[in-house]
Structure formats: C-alpha cells, structure tokens
C-alpha cells in the first residue's frame, strides 16, 4: 500500500491511508469510490493508482454506480459538529434506500469539511432516485444540494479540451397533441373511471350514444386528472405520475415521486406540483416538488409546511409566479427559477387565507382582529407589493375570499360575531370591483346562515344560498352588479338542494340537491329566472358541466354509492339526453378546452352570424338523432364527397379549354350565371309522439 504520494507538490499521505488501510486485496465499492476521489483530486488515472496499490479492480457486483456525491453542504465544520452534520445528511438520504455504511464528508488541510460529501446505497435505483430526488434539496438558505453520481466526476473531470460539434439529428415531426379539437361535429371529450377503478375509457359526446376513443386497463392506481388546458391526461401510481397525450394516448411524460397522492398544475400546464402527503419535517424534503413538463425535469424539491390544505402552492393567472402560506408570511416564487420573488416573503402577521386574482397579478388576503386592531382584507400589485386598497372589519368569526371567475369582482363573505359571548354569528358580503377607480365597496347584510355562494363565471351575477328559520330547505338569491348598483334580481325559496352550480358560459344555472339529499335537480335560465325544467337523479353526488355550456352530467360514484352508480347526460334546459348504468362508475372528467384564438371582435361576429348556420347545425343533429345506420351515413357522404371530386375536375377541364372552345365555334360563349329551378325534396324520417303534461 502506498502511504505518501506527492502530486504537483501537494501530500495525499492521510487520504490514501484512510482509503486503503482497511482494504486489503480485492476493493470494496466503498473503497473504489475513495479511489475515484483519490484519481480526481490529484489527477491520477485509476488504473496506475490502483496498479501501484496492489489492489484489483471490484467486480461487476460491488461497482460504483450505487455511490453519489452530495455537494453544498456546509463548509468548515470540525469536531462534535462534524458528527451531527453527518447524522443530518443520512438522515435525508436515508429516504431513498438503504445507506451502505457513514456518509464519508473529506477534509481540507485544515481538517475541515470541504463542502461535499459521499454515500453508497445498497443498489444502484435506490442511488437514481436519490440523485433524482434529492438534487435541489434546501438545506438552509445557503445550502442547496447538488447530487451526482461519483461515476460522473471521472467522466466530467476527463472531458476532452477539443470541442466535437453534435452530430445533428434528423428532424422527427411530434405528434398534434390537440388533434381532438378538430373533431369535425366539434364534440368534446371526457373520460370515465369505472370498474371499481379497474378501467378508464375516453369518449367522444356523440348525440345519440358516446363514441369510444380509447379504453384501458389499470391506466392509474388512484385517479385520473386533464391538465387545464386538456392537453395531456394525468395517472397517478405509486411511483410518480405520468403524462399521456395524442390520438391513442401515449405515454409522453413521466415523474419520479413516490407515494404521491394528489398534484396540481400552473395554468399555463408549463409547471406541476406532486405531493406526496408526508408530514412537515427536515426527513422529508421532497414532500413537495414542482416540475418542469415540458423538460420532464424537477425544478426543486420543498417540505410540506404547517399548512394541510390543498392546493399548497397557489399559481397566479398566467402560471409565472406561485405562492404558499407560512407563519406570518407569504412565500412568492417565480415559476422559471422556484426562487423567492425579490429574495424575500411577503411579511403578513396573522395571514388567516390569501388568493389570486384570476386574471391580474394581485393577491387578496385578510388577517384577524388581534386587541385593539381590527380585522383587515388587504389587496397587493405584484411586482411592486403596493398595497391598492384595504378594508377594515369588526367583529369577526371568519372571512372567506371568492374571485369573480374574470377577476372583475371580489367577494369576501364574513362572518360576524352578534354578541359578546362570541357564539352566534351572522355573515355579510364586502364586493369589490376591481375595474372601476379606487376599488369601490359594496355591501350585502344577511342574517340567515350562509350555505353556499357561487359566482356567474361570464357574467355579473352571483348567488347565495342561504338558510330560513320560517320554512325547511334554503334559499337561493340572485344578485346582480349593475353599472352603478347592486341589486336583487329574485330569491328562490324552500328548495331542498345543496349546491349551485353554473354553466362555464353564464346565464345557465342548475340547482342540485346531491349527497346526502334528494338528488333533485333544477334547471334555471337567469337572463329572466326561468325555470326550464324539474327532474332528479337519485342519490347523485356530482354534477358537471361541459367546457361549452350546452350539456350537463350528474353521476353516482362507487367512491360514495356502492349501487345505481353511473351518469345521465342533460341539456341545458334539463331534457335527459343519454342514461347510463355502469357497475363500479367512479368518475367522470371532461376535457378542458383551452382558451380560444379569436378576438372579441370576431367572437362578436360569431355570435351575429348565429342565425346563418343555425340552419346547417339542426340538419346535422337531426340526421345524428335519426335511426339511419352509421354506415349508410358514412357511404352518402363518401358519395356526396365523390361527386363533389368530379364536378371540381371537370369544370376545371372546362375553364382550360375554354379557348379552344371558342376558337372552334367562332362566337364568345354565353358566361352569364346558369338558370336553374330548384327542386326540394323532404322525405320522412321518423315520427315521434311526445305526451305533455
């Protein structure tokens, strides 16, 4: 063994002692990890140090690959802080596997650490998912890991000096990840979990029965999830989550985070945050990590924090900026770094809840009455942190903060104390408006208990639920921001029902009684408070809308109702269009469709032409609706679109020869429009005798 070496005037005597006094014969991997330390820091190639030693090379068992390096730990630390650092870094890595051995932490000349450290893992996964996992891991705030496989030093440290241009690679076209859009009838998709969770089908809301996309087996082990703009479904495993997109659903994306329970994505589905639900401590800290998609990268790694409710992290309208709550703070990170915005959190004492606003950069907030200051809701720009308006409140039991689904409103329900003895309560609504000068307030008092509120996502109305003392069931009142006022447009009284819910367009509402309830729904056009119908689907426990408004689904699922599960399909104004029964139907997800390309000048013109395709659109849903087969439909239009062929060639044909043509008569031929009668012909389809009353 050799115990002194002398490499460009530097002594090696106490590292090489360290590595190889207990290493007789054949290395250890922990041993030839030492080696690879030796070979870097004094450039000696591994094969000459090891012939020198006397020692053989470790088999393919015992290699290196299972050995990482930690680097940014604390530099300088000596003594009985030495061991403690020690204990800390085994006691994070040790959540990926099983650490062969002490962490080794090398020491400077002046016996000091020297900022890195290395680890053996009992196999080479668990050492991926730790370099996977762990890398970016704060420590503190100066300290932030940066984890590698030793094999990669040798690699990195014998780089070549000559620059060798990459080879360029041949240009391979991606698949349209929204060819679902171009559906010719423009229908939309959604997917269905059924089978007790055994199997997910995707289908297409054809009229008279769902087209079937795709359909899999044991597609996730939890639930399923579409990004928002409905680019990519989710699965959740118990390894990570993975991404899928494209006609058949491929995979396209996945991510490392075991025992991951729910996530969440930016708006902008640039970003995606995985939680695996561990508890708030410096031995878990990838509870959190948000996600690069585009990359398939992890961008950085957080611990869960005090706070429980989800989603933690909190996006801004655009996707560039999240936030989270802490203890007197809010922590504000930009998207692109996962750094806190100007180097610091925004310091809130007592921040009870804060929210974004859906279409500006401006967080809302409020704080509790603490003595003799009063309880306030707060509203701050960002960049610049200026506060742009507060409200000062009195009494107050709780506050509750709901963003007009535009960012045109703010509605902040609070709940007041009647007396002294701070036992009973009353609410009352501050509304904001946040587009006109200096944010006036506008004021709603109630002193029945508040059940629910529900903002008309395009629209200037929103609804309360709220209880009656005189009468079972609640009330529903809906009111309306006028340009100058607010006012009730109608209250709805003894409705036995339990939710609100709007369509994503406006205007169109349905009243559900789900759960635990009657399973009651009714269908109300609030332009003038019509109700279009009545009906129920018994012991529903969910209602959703499709991304256009036009239809509606109330479902029973296996993970609340273990009978009659399933869901029925309505129209807007309530009329069943499709029933199904599906034994173990646990849910159903329509897919987003993302904002549209059109200016509101030409959405306007959409809207004005209405009346000129109207026509076109009954035609095809009356032949949809009809009982005509598919394939007879399918063989007509082949025709029609073979006829369509022919006539295009042929008048091309004619427009060529023109010339010759009259070249040949010697007389200009007539090109006036053609007359023509035209001849209408309806035949019957079906005839349907439909009782009223």
Not at 128 to 151: C, M, P, R, W
Not at 291 to 308: H, M, T, V, Y
Not at 309 to 327: L, Q
Not at 671 to 693: A, C, H, S, T
């Given at each position: 063994?050799?115990?002194?070496?002398?490499?460009?005037?530097?002594?090696?005597?106490?590292?090489?002692?360290?590595?190889?006094?207990?290493?007789?014969?054949?290395?250890?991997?922990?041993?030839?990890?030492?080696?690879?330390?030796?070979?870097?820091?004094?450039?000696?190639?591994?094969?000459?140090?090891?012939?020198?030693?006397?020692?053989?090379?470790?088999?393919?068992?015992?290699?290196?690959?299972?050995?990482?390096?930690?680097?940014?730990?604390?530099?300088?630390?000596?003594?009985?802080?030495?061991?403690?650092?020690?204990?800390?870094?085994?006691?994070?890595?040790?959540?990926?596997?099983?650490?062969?051995?002490?962490?080794?932490?090398?020491?400077?000349?002046?016996?000091?650490?020297?900022?890195?450290?290395?680890?053996?893992?009992?196999?080479?996964?668990?050492?991926?998912?730790?370099?996977?996992?762990?890398?970016?891991?704060?420590?503190?705030?100066?300290?932030?890991?940066?984890?590698?496989?030793?094999?990669?030093?040798?690699?990195?440290?014998?780089?070549?000096?000559?620059?060798?241009?990459?080879?360029?690679?041949?240009?391979?076209?991606?698949?349209?990840?929204?060819?679902?859009?171009?559906?010719?009838?423009?229908?939309?998709?959604?997917?269905?979990?059924?089978?007790?969770?055994?199997?997910?089908?995707?289908?297409?809301?054809?009229?008279?029965?769902?087209?079937?996309?795709?359909?899999?087996?044991?597609?996730?082990?939890?639930?399923?999830?579409?990004?928002?703009?409905?680019?990519?479904?989710?699965?959740?495993?118990?390894?990570?989550?993975?991404?899928?997109?494209?006609?058949?659903?491929?995979?396209?994306?996945?991510?490392?985070?075991?025992?991951?329970?729910?996530?969440?994505?930016?708006?902008?589905?640039?970003?995606?945050?995985?939680?695996?639900?561990?508890?708030?401590?410096?031995?878990?800290?990838?509870?959190?990590?948000?996600?690069?998609?585009?990359?398939?990268?992890?961008?950085?790694?957080?611990?869960?924090?005090?706070?429980?409710?989800?989603?933690?992290?909190?996006?801004?309208?655009?996707?560039?900026?999240?936030?989270?709550?802490?203890?007197?703070?809010?922590?504000?990170?930009?998207?692109?770094?996962?750094?806190?915005?100007?180097?610091?959190?925004?310091?809130?004492?007592?921040?009870?809840?804060?929210?974004?606003?859906?279409?500006?950069?401006?967080?809302?907030?409020?704080?509790p009455e603490e003595l003799s200051i009063p309880a306030r809701v707060n509203l701050v720009e960002l960049p610049s942190r200026q506060e742009?308006?507060?409200?000062?409140?009195?009494?107050?039991?709780?506050?509750?903060?709901?963003?007009?689904?535009?960012?045109?409103?703010?509605?902040?329900?609070?709940?007041?104390?009647?007396?002294?003895?701070?036992?009973?309560?009353?609410?009352?609504?501050?509304?904001?408006?946040?587009?006109?000068?200096?944010?006036?307030?506008?004021?709603?008092?109630?002193?029945?208990?508040?059940?629910?509120?529900?903002?008309?996502?395009?629209?200037?109305?929103?609804?309360?639920?709220?209880?009656?003392?005189?009468?079972?069931?609640?009330?529903?009142?809906?009111?309306?921001?006028?340009?100058?006022?607010?006012?009730?447009?109608?209250?709805?009284?003894?409705?036995?029902?339990?939710?609100?819910?709007?369509?994503?367009?406006?205007?169109?509402?349905?009243?559900?009684?789900?759960?635990?309830?009657?399973?009651?729904?009714?269908?109300?056009?609030?332009?003038?408070?019509?109700?279009?119908?009545?009906?129920?689907?018994?012991?529903?426990?969910?209602?959703?809308?499709?991304?256009?408004?036009?239809?509606?689904?109330?479902?029973?699922?296996?993970?609340?109702?273990?009978?009659?599960?399933?869901?029925?399909?309505?129209?807007?104004?309530?009329?069943?269009?499709?029933?199904?029964?599906?034994?173990?139907?646990?849910?159903?997800?329509?897919?987003?469709?993302?904002?549209?390309?059109?200016?509101?000048?030409?959405?306007?013109?959409?809207?004005?032409?209405?009346?000129?395709?109207?026509?076109?659109?009954e035609i095809q849903d009356r032949r949809a609706r009809s009982n005509v087969s598919e394939a007879w439909l399918e063989r007509r239009q082949?025709?029609?679109?073979?006829?369509?062929?022919?006539?295009?060639?042929?008048e091309g044909e004619m427009e060529d020869s023109a010339d010759r043509r009259r070249e040949l008569r010697g007389e200009d031929e007539d090109?006036?429009?053609?007359?023509?009668?035209?001849?209408?012909?309806?035949?019957?389809?079906?005839?349907?005798?439909?009782?009223?009353?």
């Open positions: 063994i050799v115990c002194k070496l002398h490499v460009n005037g530097r002594t090696a005597s106490h590292v090489t002692r360290q590595c190889f006094n207990s290493c007789p014969g054949r290395l250890s991997a922990k041993a030839m990890f030492k080696v690879h330390v030796l070979c870097v820091v004094f450039n000696i190639p591994t094969a000459e140090l090891i012939r020198m030693c006397g020692l053989k090379r470790p088999t393919a068992v015992s290699g290196v690959e299972a050995a990482i390096v930690v680097d940014n730990i604390p530099k300088g630390v000596e003594g009985d802080r030495l061991k403690k650092l020690a204990v800390v870094i085994k006691r994070i890595m040790s959540r990926f596997g099983t650490i062969v051995g002490e962490p080794v932490l090398p020491l400077d000349e002046r016996g000091v650490t020297a900022g890195y450290a290395f680890l053996e893992y009992k196999t080479e996964a668990q050492a991926k998912e730790a370099v996977d996992t762990a890398n970016g891991y704060k420590l503190d705030n100066n300290h932030i890991f940066s984890v590698n496989f030793l094999t990669d030093l040798e690699r990195y440290a014998n780089l070549s000096e000559s620059f060798a241009p990459p080879q360029s690679q041949e240009y391979v076209e991606e698949e349209n990840l929204r060819q679902w859009l171009q559906n010719s009838d423009a229908q939309d998709q959604y997917l269905v979990h059924h089978g007790a969770g055994k199997y997910c089908s995707i289908y297409y809301n054809a009229t008279n029965e769902p087209k079937l996309v795709h359909e899999k087996e044991y597609w996730t082990d939890k639930y399923m999830r579409f990004t928002p703009k409905g680019t990519y479904a989710a699965s959740l495993h118990k390894q990570g989550v993975i991404l899928w997109g494209g006609a058949d659903f491929p995979k396209k994306k996945r991510f490392a985070h075991r025992d991951v329970q729910v996530l969440d994505f930016s708006p902008c589905e640039r970003y995606l945050v995985t939680f695996n639900n561990a508890p708030h401590s410096d031995s878990h800290p990838d509870a959190l990590i948000v996600w690069d998609i585009r990359l398939g990268e992890k961008k950085r790694a957080f611990n869960s924090g005090p706070q429980k409710e989800w989603p933690i992290f909190k996006w801004n309208h655009d996707g560039s900026m999240f936030a989270r709550m802490g203890d007197g703070v809010i922590s504000i990170y930009e998207s692109s770094t996962c750094r806190l915005h100007n180097g610091e959190s925004l310091v809130v004492k007592g921040i009870c809840q804060f929210s974004w606003s859906p279409s500006d950069n401006v967080i809302a907030y409020w704080t742009i308006r507060s409200i000062n409140l009195f009494s107050v039991a709780d506050c509750k903060i709901v963003w007009h689904g535009q960012g045109d409103y703010l509605a902040v329900k609070v709940d007041r104390f009647t007396n002294n003895r701070k036992k009973a309560t009353v609410a009352n609504f501050e509304i904001f408006r946040m587009r006109e000068k200096n944010i006036p307030v506008e004021k709603i008092e109630l002193k029945d208990p508040v059940q629910g509120f529900a903002w008309e996502p395009h629209g200037n109305k929103f609804a309360i639920m709220h209880e009656h003392a005189a009468f079972p069931g609640v009330s529903i009142s809906f009111y309306e921001m006028g340009s100058d006022s607010l006012k009730l447009v109608k209250t709805l009284e003894k409705k036995l029902v339990s939710h609100v819910c709007w369509s994503p367009q406006g205007q169109f509402v349905v009243l559900a009684g789900l759960k635990q309830s009657n399973g009651i729904l009714e269908f109300y056009d609030t332009s003038d408070m019509t109700l279009a119908n009545v009906t129920e689907h018994l012991m529903a426990t969910d209602v959703e809308w499709d991304p256009t408004g036009r239809f509606v689904v109330s479902s029973v699922s296996y993970w609340m109702q273990k009978v009659d599960t399933g869901y029925n399909i309505w129209s807007l104004s309530g009329k069943l269009l499709q029933r199904h029964s599906i034994d173990g139907f646990c849910q159903l997800l329509w897919r987003p469709r993302p904002k549209t390309l059109l200016s509101e000048e030409q959405l306007e013109g959409v809207r004005r032409d209405r009346k000129k395709y109207a026509s076109m659109f082949r025709m029609m679109a073979d006829w369509k062929e022919f006539r295009g060639r042929v090109v006036g429009e053609e007359e023509y009668d035209v001849e209408v012909v309806e035949y019957l389809v079906k005839v349907e005798e439909n009782i009223v009353g």
